[in-house]
């Protein structure tokens, strides 16, 4: 039997602390889905994911239930759709599909309008690559990510130039709503396969046909975990390791639960603590806890490593199976504390860059002036792709040229993706090095062989 | 189906009574029980089967929900894997 103090203490994480399942993503692969007829392969694509995720929304509210923990998110990824329509050039046609099968099984988010072109793009990945923005500003739940480098390969600056465009063109398009596409596309480095987060979740070339995938979230736990200790660094490491086990393991029951309902291979938990705007739930304010004023102050980038070691630490041994970002997010608009150190001015830009080379993911949910111009875009996704490539870890940027809007103003998303003050940015042009072209080499000790 | 039953709130007479009559109803078995005063709060926890109900996990939350509003306190009924998991390193060996 168990003790009062530990049901008390589940019943408390849940209730107070915000404990909660972020996602349950289910991967599904599209490759039996290609032809060379874009009709065919939309009712293909149509007939295989309604097989595989007619009911992945019930399935997750009944597991909700049952367990009494929150499961926020039921999310779809899928093969990155460029190589499922390279044969028919069928991604426009695609894309409505998708929109169609995310309204009917009511799921929150589909990810997977993405491409790989760490290399190389070839002509019809450059093609789809230039219909992101109507893809992105016509549709609510689609997500697009795209891969410009590895450690392997290097970075593929034409693809970054691209992108830097990209982004522009996505935040012209939805200018009526704060350039909400923005925040429904990612720039990666060594993007992984099984990711279960938006935006960037796709399922990759080397997975099952149909796999779980889930995320955890539970910065709210931690925090009020830590509050009761008062000793040194070593003492809080344990804190947080021994939290970040008991949250992981509610991932790890929630992805075989349903990975056994939904008939498909699990896969991953995800041990990403994932904030959301709402008060109690901040990664932010762990750091506050460990010590600083402010997030953003001197030491931050120390204290993030350390919890972002720790947690992996902890969840590493609750778990069977760890993969996709698993790391400390730190979006700014989905976070109060990073909202209010951007606020009183404790938290910029080029400190949130010190704070990736520690964590996952990146450059997350940053809206920046809206009048910034496309090259500096690209400095900025080169500089965060640089620091993924050199330190052999997955590195994204997710920012937001907020149209017409500038530094000091807000964004408004809403609900998961919150609100982001506008943050000043160096706008000294980097535009003669973006124009190059071409790629940076891989780093000297990517060449393990 | 095992299952957790948690009671909290103010004490005050006949919360056993009520909550076990209520269980009974449903067919649910009661296979351990403890209960304390928790800074001045009651606190039961209560282990049981729900194998041989014919009600759905759905219907008996929202039998006991129900209940719970009646009587001013909160009742949560959840399957016993999630507590395994957050507070047994191994869980295969059930709620020790």
Not at chain 1, 375 to 404: L, W
């Amino acid at each position: 039997m168990y003790s009062s103090n530990e049901i008390i203490e589940t019943i408390n994480m849940i209730s107070q602390q915000h404990l909660d399942v972020r996602t349950i993503t289910l991967g599904i692969s599209l490759f039996d889905c290609i032809t060379d007829s874009k009709k065919r392969t939309c009712e293909k694509i149509y007939d295989k994911i309604m097989s595989k995720a007619a009911n992945l929304v019930k399935i997750g509210n009944d597991i909700s239930d049952e367990i009494g923990v929150p499961i926020v998110n039921k999310r779809i990824s899928v093969t990155p759709i460029s190589l499922i329509s390279a044969a028919s050039k069928g991604h426009l046609e695609i894309i409505r599909t998708l929109d169609k099968i995310a309204d009917e099984t009511g799921i929150d988010f589909l990810g997977g309008y993405s491409a790989l072109v760490h290399k190389a793009m070839t002509p019809y990945e450059k093609e789809f690559i230039l219909s992101i923005p109507e893809a992105l500003s016509t549709t609510n739940k689609i997500c697009s990510s795209i891969n410009v480098a590895t450690s392997k390969a290097g970075i593929n600056m034409d693809a970054v130039a691209l992108m830097g465009k990209i982004v522009k063109d996505c935040a012209y398009r939805t200018k009526d709503k704060d350039s909400l596409a923005c925040a429904k596309l990612v720039v990666f480095a060594n993007a992984v396969e099984d990711n279960p987060f938006m935006a960037g979740a796709f399922l990759g070339c080397g997975e099952d046909d149909t796999v779980v995938n889930v995320g955890v979230s539970g910065p709210g736990v931690v925090k009020t975990a830590l509050e009761s200790v008062d000793g040194d660094l070593n003492e809080v490491a344990e804190c947080i390791k021994q939290t970040a086990f008991k949250i992981t393991r509610v991932g790890q029951l929630v992805a075989k639960e349903a990975s056994k309902r939904l008939n498909a291979s699990f896969g991953i938990v995800d041990l990403s603590l994932a904030p959301t705007p709402v008060v109690g739930d901040s990664v932010a304010h762990i750091l506050e806890e460990i010590g600083l004023e402010s997030v953003g102050a001197c030491g931050t980038t120390a204290c993030l490593a350390m919890l972002n070691d720790a947690v992996k630490k902890g969840g590493i041994m609750a778990c069977s199976s760890v993969g996709g970002l698993s790391g400390a997010f730190i979006p700014v608009s989905e976070d109060a504390g990073m909202i209010k150190a951007t606020e009183i001015g404790a938290l910029n830009l080029e400190k949130l860059e010190a704070m990736t080379a520690v964590c996952s993911v990146g450059l997350d949910m940053i809206a920046i002036p809206g009048d910034t111009t496309a090259e500096v875009i690209s400095g900025i996704i080169a500089d965060e792709i640089a620091i993924g490539v050199v330190n052999t870890k997955t590195t994204a940027v997710r920012v937001i040229p907020v149209y017409g809007k500038k530094a000091g103003e807000y964004a408004e998303f809403g609900g998961l993706l919150g609100r982001a003050p506008i943050m000043n940015i160096n706008k000294y042009s980097p535009a003669k090095f973006i124009s190059r072209g071409g790629r940076i080499p891989a780093p000297l000790h990517s060449n393990k062989n | 189906m095992k299952a957790i039953v948690s009671v909290v709130g103010k004490d005050k007479k006949g919360i056993i009574a009520k909550v076990s009559t209520a269980l009974y109803e449903m067919n649910i078995n009661i296979e351990n029980i403890s209960q304390t005063i928790m800074q001045d709060y009651f606190t039961m926890i209560m282990a049981v089967d729900a194998g041989d109900s014919n009600l759905k996990f759905e219907a008996i939350k929202d039998n006991l929900n129900a209940l719970a509003k009646n009587l001013g306190l909160e009742i949560h009924i959840q399957l016993q894997s999630i507590f395994d998991s957050m507070h047994r390193l191994d869980t295969t060996k059930k709620g020790l």
